[in-house]
């Protein structure tokens, strides 16, 4: 707590004099001193000098309490605005209009070009009697800004992705529309199969597109019901060897008995395809699942099912690890979009469940995913 930070009376902030008092039955709030709050608060007494600089406002404008107390607010924060101009001199909340009582919500710099949000309440002893307080709000925009950088290169990175494959489309169809008859029957089929193909990967690039956007959000509906994983991991397999994978390329291991689990077996389904893809597509060797019972991660729930996939390939290098799950990451030129992981943890947290990566003892990559039962609520 820093020196100085309370208002002049001692009071709670949001206590405003003359308040009515409090019914004799209601419990008495809580006293919130301004060090509490999570925004920045600094309060200006009727002649503008400070005499409220909170804790938040101190890390925001990094300035001590014990400087700002006392000087004018002007000068205790020397707000611009973003084309340069002093703020507080272009809203002169003293001597301004009479009926103004606040200031909606802005983006202003402090020194340093640091930008904040800035909302301000006037307080007036009667409507349009002088200013009694000035009470400033100051928010932090560095998290907010980060998210909105953090989208514009997800828009530019999918623009990107989606340009490729589409580049070829338009090439291919064009090429064989205006030459049609000098191609080979031969020759048309591989332009065919190369659009086929591309349709199909933006195709799956907008699904995967959705899926994160909906991760994103939190939107990720899961519809529960039990799932035996065991069972699910087989037909993966099932589906490979089918499509001409040797059937000495997997090992299905599975410690039995295994707890329930409750999930949504479309998103589990989701969760190994892209672990298997990756195993049988990025590593290399037989790709070994074990399906074992473990400790929950979820306090208050004993059991879980855990699942490894592991591969004999080059594995994933130690310094690439903490980046596998982040969204566009691959490790090679002969990667997807690199937004398999991605989806792949968003839909595990969504489970509460844990995913994690390491080697395999033969080297390969490592990746295990651990959901609790998840029971609903409704059968507990
Ligand atoms: N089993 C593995 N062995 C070696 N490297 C792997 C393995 N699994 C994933 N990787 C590396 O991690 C990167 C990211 O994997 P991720 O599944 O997120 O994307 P992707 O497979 O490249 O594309 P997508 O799954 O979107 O089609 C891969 O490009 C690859 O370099
Ligand atoms: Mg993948």
Redesign the pocket.
């Known amino acids: 707590m820093s020196v100085g930070t309370r208002t002049p009376t001692g009071r709670p902030s949001g206590t405003a004099p003359g308040a009515p008092p409090a019914r004799e039955d209601a419990p008495d709030p809580p006293a919130v001193g301004p060090d509490e709050l999570p925004d920045g608060l600094v309060v200006a007494d009727e002649r503008g000098r400070v005499v409220c600089f909170n804790a938040a406002a101190e890390r925001i404008t990094a300035t001590p309490a014990g400087e700002a107390l006392g000087l004018s607010l002007e000068r205790a924060l020397p707000l611009e605005d973003l084309e340069g101009r002093r703020w507080w001199r272009l809203t002169d909340p003293y001597d301004g209009l009479t009926i103004r009582t606040r200031q909606p919500e802005r983006n202003l710099l402090l020194p340093g070009g640091r930008e904040v949000l800035v909302s301000a309440r006037y307080v007036r002893e009667r409507p349009t009697g002088p200013v009694r307080r000035v009470v400033v709000c100051l928010r932090d925009t560095e998290a907010r800004r980060r998210t909105e950088r953090s989208h514009a290169e997800l828009i530019a990175t999918v623009a990107h992705e989606l340009r490729s494959p589409l580049t070829s489309v338009k090439g291919f169809t064009a090429t064989l529309l205006a030459k049609w008859e000098r191609f080979t029957d031969d020759q048309k089929r591989l332009m065919l199969e190369t659009v086929d193909a591309d349709a199909d990967r933006v195709t799956r690039l907008i699904a995967?597109l959705l899926d994160i956007s909906r991760i994103d959000s939190g939107r990720l509906e899961l519809r529960r019901q039990p799932v035996d994983i065991a069972a699910a991991v087989d037909r993966h397999i099932q589906a490979y060897v089918a499509a001409g994978q040797s059937p000495d390329r997997f090992r299905l291991r599975v410690e039995r008995p295994l707890p329930g689990l409750w999930a949504d077996p479309d998103k589990i389904d989701q969760v190994l395809g892209?672990l298997l893809e990756?195993?049988v597509?990025?590593?290399g060797g037989t790709v070994t699942i074990d399906v074992t019972a473990q400790a929950s991660p979820r306090e208050g729930e004993e059991a879980a099912t855990s699942v490894t996939v592991s591969?004999e390939?080059?594995?994933?290098p130690e310094e690439s690890m903490n980046r596998?799950f982040t969204r566009f990451?691959?490790?090679?030129k002969r990667?997807?979009?690199?937004?398999?992981?991605?989806i792949v943890k968003g839909i595990v947290e969504a489970h509460s469940g844990v995913i994690t990566v390491g080697r395999a003892a033969s080297g390969?990559?490592q990746f295990r995913f651990t959901l609790p039962v998840g029971t609903p609520a409704y059968l507990l």
């Open positions: 995967e892209n990756n195993a597509r990025h590593g591969d390939g080059p594995g994933i596998v990451w691959r490790g090679s990667g997807g979009t690199g937004l398999g992981l991605y390969g990559a």
